[in-house]
Nanobody, 120 residues
Framework: QVQLVESGGGLVQVGGSLRLSCAAS????????MGWYRQAPGEQRELVAA???????NYVDSAKGRFTISRGNAKNTVYLQMNSLKPEDTAVYYC??????????????WGQGTTVTVSS
């Protein structure tokens, strides 16, 4: 079993910054793509940013130029640096990962979510 644990959420003022972290642990053989999603109240979950094992990234248009996704050296961690935060960034942020387990099964793992609130 694989667990993803997020941290770094909180309350921040408009224009402020936060750095989210997500660490994967468990019976991991490898992790391919990792990503950050968010879900605001009453809204559908949306992809914010994703990064491949090789480091290629993509972002939702609203995050381009403000957010940066990166992976740790061990490739089992992923970060989301969020700058110039806006009230519309308020949401629960979820980490996900395309995992290959030690038994070579594949599935998408999700974290429990971390709340980001941007106050005006």
């Amino acid at each position: 079993q694989v667990q993803l644990v997020e941290s770094g959420g909180g309350l921040v003022q408009v224009g402020g910054s936060l750095r989210l972290s997500c660490a994967a642990s468990g019976s991991i053989f490898s992790i391919n793509d990792m990503g950050w999603y968010r879900q605001a109240p009453g809204e559908q979950r949306e992809l914010v940013a994703a990064i491949t094992k090789g480091g290629s990234t993509n972002y939702v248009d609203s995050a381009k130029g403000r957010f940066t996704i990166s992976r740790g050296n061990a490739k089992n961690t992923v970060y989301l640096q969020m700058n110039s935060l806006k009230p519309e960034d308020t949401a629960v942020y979820y980490c996900n990962a395309a995992v290959v387990t030690s038994s070579l099964s594949k599935y998408i793992a999700w974290g429990q979510g971390t709340t980001v609130t941007v106050s005006s």
